[in-house]
Structure formats: C-alpha cells, structure tokens
C-alpha cells in the first residue's frame, strides 16, 4: 500500500521560513505525481504546489509563486518544501498527496488518490 508522512510544520513568525517533508512509500510506479494542498481554518483545502517524476515539471499557486518551492530527493524517496517569506495568511494544516500518473497545472482534489497526515504550519504576526 501507498503510505505518505507529512513533517515539519511549526510556529514561525511573520517573514520566517520553514521546510515541511514528505516521505513517500509503498509505490514502484514510474510515473507518479506529488502535490502539497494546505487547509487553512474555515477553508477549504487548496491545492498550492505539485511535481511530476516524467520531467521534473513542478506548479505552483499564485498565492505562494516567489516564496515558496518544491523539489525532491528521489534516493531517499522524500518532497519538499521550502516556504520563505511566511505571512500569517499561510497559517493551515498541510498535507501532501501521490497520483499514480504524470498530471499538469495546479493540483486538483479530484487528481490525488493517496494522502499522508497533515502538518500544522501556524505563521504568527
């Protein structure tokens, strides 16, 4: 079975940065794509970032295009990423999520099968 481990949220402040984690398992798929959506409280979730193994292509939402980047370390199986530049508005859980498949654009709810727990960013002013 897939399995995703979603880490490294915390308390920042206003401008600081933070690195979440996402440790993937239980796939052989060739090509797959993993995506970050956030939910922030009395939200909905929104898909924010995305990657795709074919060609590396990586998206983002214009929310967090500048201050934010995805990236991954296919030897240890793991994405990321990088927030900089937080602003209290980035406060939500964030969760990451795998299609088996090579997807573009944005991410969709509706395109991701699998999700890992989520992680508690909360970005104080």
């Known amino acids: 079975d897939v399995q995703l481990q979603a880490s490294g949220g915390g308390l920042v402040q206003a401008g600081g940065s933070l690195r979440l984690s996402c440790a993937a398992s239980g796939f052989t798929f060739d090509d797959y794509s993993i995506a970050w959506f956030r939910q922030a409280p009395g939200k909905e979730r929104e898909g924010i970032s995305c990657?795709?193994?074919?060609?590396?292509?990586?998206y983002y939402a214009d929310s967090v295009k500048g201050r934010f980047t995805i990236s991954s370390d296919n030897a240890k199986n793991t994405v990321y990423l990088q927030m900089n530049s937080l602003k209290p508005p980035d406060t939500a859980v964030y969760y990451c999520a795998i299609t088996m498949g090579v997807v573009a654009g944005i991410p969709s709810l509706l395109e991701y099968d699998y999700w890992g727990q989520g992680t508690l960013v909360t970005v104080s002013s």
């Open positions: 990657i795709s193994s074919g060609d590396g292509s990586s």
